[in-house]
């Protein structure tokens, strides 16, 4: 907002904010002080944090479900809200990685490289608490559970390319290339849009009183799933190869020419992968009127939601609301006849509060 309506003030009141002179009624006024790499500044201060705040509520569900779905408590529980914490922290002082062949100074360059790769260190702390906690769990592959572990798939392969991106001396060779659209929309487009399915199929029997089909889920998933990686990893290739973003076409160029192909195979990849998404639609609002109706609790989770009816009442809860007396991951915990135990259980005598 500031940017613009600094950028405003330039075009129509004879501002310099972004320009070097000043422009009044047609006439050029020599004026220092107004650089366009401020603009860049301030769009980039909005625009990285933003690529976060998308992708942190999809790391939340997937947590959730892949806790629930591996029957085991998340790993490193209090490391996990540290990353959180960690990544939305550092969000805010990553921005001038975009900027690295801006002009901008160097030593600038050397520091927004340092603050860059150090959010691999909470990024990597998620990616191996989640394999760690379903590394020999009892999974239960449902497409809630496989669009999670998706994310957890393109999370990594987009982050690896991000410390590519990151570094400056390597960032120039690929900078406004097809590399950056690949580790992008890995990261911040399929990424997030598997957390989205994934939340979905997961809460779908709450919000609606009804279960997805299982079925349709699957291919659902395997489509996107074959699709996305079909879209980026050619697109990395072809990144890498040089060719540029934003062109509609390399055909101009005989450097490029072994690349036409590439992006035909990337086309057709983006448009089947599109028009599969049909097939979530479909079961989506079929579901809702002629799907399974849901018992109250379909996936054995512990968290509060799943202790109220079926049916949607006022204040969610009949009668008095459930006291919390333990945390929500207590799976498969030793003591108890079923391998879930919801928040609501009373605590036995000489058990423990928290496992994590």
């Not at 003030?9 to 650089?35: A, C, K, N, P, W």
């Not at 805010?92 to 260190?121: E, K, Q, Y």
């Not at 991106?165 to 900078?175: C, E, F, P, R, Y």
């Amino acid at each position: 907002l500031s940017a613009a309506l600094l950028l405003i003030m330039d075009r129509s009141f004879g501002t310099s904010f972004f320009l070097s002179d000043i422009f009044i009624q047609g006439e050029v006024l020599h004026y220092q002080g107004g650089s366009p790499v401020l603009f860049e500044h301030l769009f980039w201060f909005l625009g990285h944090p933003e690529v976060y705040i998308v992708l942190l509520p999809a790391l939340g569900i997937t947590s959730e479900i892949i806790a629930t779905n591996s029957r085991k408590p998340i790993f490193g529980y209090r490391a996990m809200i540290a990353s959180v914490l960690a990544i939305a922290f550092l969000s805010t002082i990553v921005w001038g990685h975009h900027m690295f062949v801006s002009g901008m100074n160097p030593f600038l360059g050397s520091v927004f490289t340092f603050t860059t790769l150090l959010i691999a260190i909470p990024s990597a702390v998620k990616a191996f608490n989640y394999i760690t906690t379903l590394w020999k769990g009892n999974l239960q592959l449902n497409p809630a559970m496989l669009f999670s572990i998706g994310l957890v798939s393109t999370f990594i392969t987009g982050g690896l390319t991000g410390i590519i991106l990151g570094d400056s001396a390597l960032d120039i060779n690929v900078h406004d290339t097809y590399f950056v659209v690949a580790h992008f929309h890995l990261v911040m487009g399929i990424s997030a849009l598997y957390g989205f399915f994934a939340g979905v199929y997961h809460w779908f029997p709450k919000m609606f009183g009804r279960m997805m089909n299982k079925n349709l889920g699957y291919v659902h998933f395997w489509i996107t799933a074959v699709c996305a990686y079909g879209v980026f990893f050619p697109m990395h290739f072809i990144g890498m190869a040089g060719l540029p973003r934003r062109y509609y076409t390399n055909s101009a160029f005989p450097l490029f020419d072994d690349l036409s192909n590439v992006n035909v195979v990337i086309t057709v990849f983006a448009l089947v992968g599109g028009a599969f998404q049909i097939v979530f639609f479909y079961n989506f609002f079929a579901s809702i009127f002629y799907g399974k109706k849901a018992e109250q609790n379909p996936w054995k989770s512990n968290t509060l939601e799943w202790t109220t009816p079926v049916e949607h009442i006022h204040g969610n809860w009949p009668g008095e609301i459930p006291t919390v007396h333990r945390w929500a991951y207590d799976y498969s915990k030793p003591g108890h006849d079923d391998d879930f135990v919801p928040q609501s259980v009373p605590l036995k005598e000489g058990e423990e509060e928290l496992q994590h």
